[in-house]
């Protein structure tokens, strides 16, 4: 459908409206109501005789494909952003928990992976702490207790290593 043709009935469609009201009651009124209905008519009937229906189904055909494709492009954020946050919450949690334990850790990251229940797990953590194997022993079966990330699935780096 042509966009200028349907600016167009409205067009006429306003215009013959104020015709219509400016118009006294009777026959000029009457022969005036009947010319712009018989226009409007013609007008959409027009544009129904010549819109190109092939090319129109193909076009509504492609908004729903490029639809589908920001739903999915849509959902995909979301769950970035997702994961995204359980990470960040983790990582600040671990470095809460080492500053309670009186540790100092340099960095914390953590690797979540979507699980079959459609949830967000944390699945790794790289920590980069000075040493200090009390307080590392105890943060590292806090994490596996807290979090679930198993002792194999910690690795731990020290500020003096390259």
Do not use: H
């Amino acid at each position: 459908m042509s966009a200028i043709t349907l600016r167009g009935i409205c067009a006429a469609s306003i215009v013959y409206g104020i015709l219509l009201i400016l118009l006294p009651e009777g026959k000029e009124r009457s022969i005036a109501s009947l010319c712009a209905t018989a226009s409007l008519v013609t007008m959409f009937l027009s544009l129904v005789m010549t819109t190109n229906w092939e090319g129109y189904s193909l076009t509504l055909a492609e908004t729903r494909d490029a639809a589908a494709v920001i739903e999915s492009n849509a959902e995909e954020s979301r769950n970035r952003l997702s994961r995204l946050v359980i990470e960040q919450e983790c990582e600040e949690y671990i470095m809460d928990k080492a500053t309670d334990l009186g540790l100092k850790l340099e960095c914390v990251e953590i690797s979540a992976s979507w699980k079959k229940e459609g949830v967000w797990v944390p699945e790794r953590a790289l920590i980069t702490a000075e040493r200090n194997a009390d307080a590392e022993a105890k943060l590292a079966s806090w994490i596996e207790a807290e979090l679930g990330i198993e002792a194999a699935r910690q690795e731990w780096r020290y500020e003096t290593d390259p």
